[in-house]
């Protein structure tokens, strides 16, 4: 039956009560990036076949990858392989049952989030 003395209850606490934490945050990026990186195999897959369907359409999609915008939106493409590849690995040691102390969660959680910049810069520089 339904209860129709809600007015009594207290109401759950919500986003503005709760302090972000490294799990959270590490796993709501790891979402966003993981869409994002099918947006960017789009991208690539649009340029691919921009190169089969002639030399005009490939230089308009060409120019609009390597513009500035296209550039930062493939370096961003290049950072969230770089954070899925390091929260991969996390996980990966999380499935050994080590490191869900909330010290090491939130350490690790830290060091995806940093190395995959630190990553992102490395291979955008030297590759």
């Not at 986003?15 to 590490?26: E, I, K, N």
């Not at 049952?97 to 910049?117: D, H, N, P, W, Y």
Request: contains cysteine.
């Amino acid at each position: 039956m339904a209860d129709v003395n809600r007015g009594n209850r207290p109401l759950s606490p919500h986003l503005q009560v709760y302090r972000p934490q490294w799990g959270s945050v590490t796993s709501i990026f790891a979402r966003i990036t993981g869409i994002a990186l099918l947006g960017a195999a789009l991208l690539v897959i649009w340029w691919l076949l921009a190169a089969a369907s002639g030399a005009e359409y490939f230089e308009f999609v060409n120019w609009l990858l390597t513009s500035f915008v296209g550039d930062i939106v493939m370096f961003l493409a290049l950072w969230a392989v770089c954070y899925h590849f390091l929260s991969g690995l996390r996980h990966l040691y999380w499935d050994t049952g080590r490191g869900f102390e909330i010290e090491k969660a939130e350490m690790l959680g830290k060091a995806v989030v940093a190395g995959s910049v630190i990553l992102a810069i490395f291979v955008a520089i030297v590759v």
